[in-house]
């Protein structure tokens, strides 16, 4: 899921290696000592990497989103860790079925219509009341809530931990 193109500096050669990955498989193929550095200089995951991280880390949180490899936040964890609501991928990956995606929504609007029509708001509601709610103002007014986000692609998404 999470993949490292990791680089021996001294011979300026790397390869790809598909996390989770011991250290020691790493120094082995790269030909590296035990005190070398080494470079990552691309990467292949399905969320934005602003930064590499600690390699310790990215293995502990492929190990965790190998569990959850269908889950829809996957693809917005690196998104949310720099909105702030995690300090870490790490952190996102911990708490990753704490993110509702609402991946019909594209608007606050159709985040209000279909919060209602979830919790059963509307039933018993006769239809010529219902046709006027206005769910442009409530969306606005659910969109002031801290635990909701906007992603870059339009979904919605409710982080609730």
């Given at each position: ?6 680089e021996n500096p001294l011979f300026h050669r790397g390869r ?136 870059d692609d339009g979904v919605i998404l409710d982080v609730r931990?």
């Amino acid at each position: 899921m999470i993949e490292l193109y990791i680089e021996n500096p001294l011979f300026h050669r790397g390869r790809w290696f598909e996390l989770p990955v011991r250290m020691e498989e790493v120094r082995e193929k790269l030909s590296l000592d035990e005190f070398d550095d080494y470079l990552v200089t691309d990467y292949m995951a399905p969320f934005q990497l602003t930064n590499y991280e600690d390699f310790d880390q990215m293995n502990a949180v492929a190990a965790l989103l190998a569990e959850e490899e269908h889950h829809p936040a996957i693809h917005y964890l690196g998104e949310l860790v720099s909105y702030g609501f995690f300090s870490s991928l790490l952190e996102a990956a911990e708490n990753i079925d704490d993110i509702g995606v609402y991946s019909d929504c594209h608007s606050f609007e159709d985040y209000a219509e279909e919060y209602i029509e979830e919790l059963g708001y509307l039933q018993g509601v006769p239809e010529l009341i219902a046709w006027h709610i206005d769910y442009e103002e409530i969306g606005r007014e659910l969109s002031m809530n801290p635990n909701l986000y906007q992603a870059d692609d339009g979904v919605i998404l409710d982080v609730r931990y």
